[in-house]
């Protein structure tokens, strides 16, 4: 018996993970997110801010107590796009691995990817001809299959950026839609998916998703995998959310974290224009994802 912990340090959520692994066997003891917003106002300054660094260490003094407490053997820490892209990265890693003894790999976009397939695709077998769609705080990770190799793509497309860009009020004016809608199917040009797919959607957004379809009265992520949300009832959810402001969707989705609810219009924006151009079937929510295939990727 082991135990292992793996943390997201993403764009939008800083994400724990504390699993127990027996005999080929995969516990999860412990699943805690914190929304940081790591890359809030990285678009237009080109580094994470200290407010931001603020929160995220905020979030990572709570992880490490819970790490310690549950005698964990060895802890993986990964950052994603916003390490990726702010001038002041190596300053914020070199700041944690001193504060927590944390050493951080930062992944590029296919590696993201690969790694989130590899925690979706072991605890949701036989799903053939997949599509997996990861949107974060300032990037996406779509991973499929062709010609038995898993091909991971990343595209500058996350509910931080479009956030600030196009619905920096809510709710947004058409005029702006619009050009989230243009700029957005322009980005999706840049893939080379000819076909439609069983889409996976995974992380804050889709489980979001699937919190407000089931209007659960508190997010409850046992009862998000494995649901499957038509695009009919996406689209009805994109509606609702359009015409509210923050304040609105806080009130009247009591199953979405309230730090979302910045974000939450933008993300299930882009993910309903997605499944109109890939899907062809049901998005099917999983719980599992980038944390639990760092560990597999590790064990």
Known sequence: MVKLASIDLGSNSTRLLIAELNNQEFNVL???????????????????????????N??????????????VDEVFVIGTAALRDSKN??????????????????????????????GVLHFMENI?????????????????????????????????????????KLPSQQKLLDKAKFDIET????????????????????????????????????KLHGVQIDLQNVGNINSRLLNLNEAEIITRFKGVDPKRAATITSGIFL????????????????????????ILRKY
Do not use: W
């Open 89 to 118: 990265a190596d300053e914020l890693i070199e700041n944690i691995r001193k504060k927590f003894d944390f050493e951080i790999d930062v992944l590029s976009g296919h590696d993201e990817g690969i790694t989130t397939s590899l």
């Open 30 to 56: 412990h699943r805690i997110h914190v929304v940081t917003k790591m890359s809030e106002n990285l678009e237009q300054t080109g580094e994470i801010s200290s407010a931001a660094v603020k929160r995220v």
């Open 271 to 294: 993910l309903e224009i997605i499944l109109n151009h890939y899907s062809n079937s049901p998005i099917i929510i999983s719980k599992y994802d980038i944390l639990e295939g760092l």
């Open 58 to 71: 905020s979030a990572l003094r709570t992880f490490k107590k819970l790490i310690i407490k549950n005698n």
């Open 187 to 222: 980005e999706l040009s840049n893939l080379n998916i000819n076909d439609k797919k069983n889409v996976i959607g995974v992380s804050g957004t889709a489980l979001s998703l699937a919190s407000i379809f089931l209007d659960q009265q508190f997010f409850d992520e046992e």
């Open 128 to 168: 053939e001809n997949f599509l997996i769609v990861d949107i974060g705080g300032r990037s996406t990770e779509f991973i499929y299959e062709f010609e038995n190799k898993i091909i991971s793509q990343s595209l500058n497309l996350g509910v931080v950026t479009l956030s600030e860009k196009y619905f920096s």
